[in-house]
């Protein structure tokens, strides 16, 4: 069983275009996470859920919204896609404060 | 704000020989927590160690250890008897205690030789 699936693993897109990222922990984890790890493998934070309440919202477009319905998902959503939204997206949930569980990552194109 | 830095971008190393990973942290906080990750070829983040700052021992796992040095906000990784599955980039990260936040360093590039 995969603590921490994302899905899809791969999604190429066009401009302007909508899409969603999914995410599902089944560790019993409280706190969610999406990071966005950009071409120079730098990692950055986007948003954490702590039990479905925002509890972090880094400065990020506020094109990208977060949903968790309950505490063992926490999605992405994009609006109007841009060339510089490619990237790999990483769910991650934690019961703080021992580390992460990460997610196999999203690696998002727009083309 | 914490800021972590690793000051080696890449690094190599022949097989079976031992090698450390350079971290230092800046923080205004006295409890919080300092982990290393692996990030192989396939993309999947890996937690490899993890340290309490109020802990003087220092972490060890099977060929992993760190040598913290809380006064010197120093984190590095030894990797010993290093394998070509040690091939990775290696990610330093400090967590605070109270967000759950972690941040992470820009990463080092680690190539085992065969």
């Known amino acids: 069983d995969t603590a921490v699936s994302q899905t899809p693993k791969y999604l190429v897109t066009q401009m302007g275009n909508d899409k969603s990222i999914k995410c599902e922990q089944n560790?019993?984890?409280?706190?969610m996470y999406w990071y966005k790890q950009d071409s120079k493998k730098f990692l950055k934070i986007m948003f954490s859920?702590?039990?479905?309440?925002?509890?972090i919202n880094e400065t990020v477009p506020n094109r990208f919204s977060p949903k968790s319905p309950d505490k063992a998902h926490l999605n992405l959503h994009i609006n109007s896609l841009e060339l510089g939204d490619s990237a790999v997206y990483f769910c991650?949930?934690?019961?703080?404060?021992?580390?992460?569980?990460f997610g196999s990552g999203t690696r998002l194109t727009v083309v | 704000a914490q800021t972590v830095t690793q000051s080696q971008p890449e690094m190599s190393v022949q097989e079976a020989e031992t090698v450390t990973l350079s971290c230092t942290y800046d923080t205004s906080e006295s409890n919080y927590y300092l982990f290393w990750y692996k990030q192989p070829p396939s993309r999947q983040m890996i937690l490899v160690i993890r340290q309490e700052a109020y802990k003087q021992q220092n972490a060890t796992e099977n060929r992993f250890s760190v040598n913290f040095q809380k006064a010197a906000k120093s984190f590095s990784l030894k990797i010993s008897d290093s394998q070509l599955g040690d091939t990775a980039m290696y990610f330093c990260?400090?967590?605070?205690?109270?967000?759950?936040?972690?941040?992470f360093g820009d990463g080092t590039t680690l190539t085992v030789k065969p």
């Open positions: 990260a400090f967590m605070n205690t109270n967000a759950g936040k972690s941040t």
């Open positions: 991650a949930s934690s019961q703080s404060p021992y580390g992460y569980t």
């Open positions: 560790l019993g984890h409280d706190t």
């Open positions: 859920y702590n039990n479905k309440e925002l509890i």
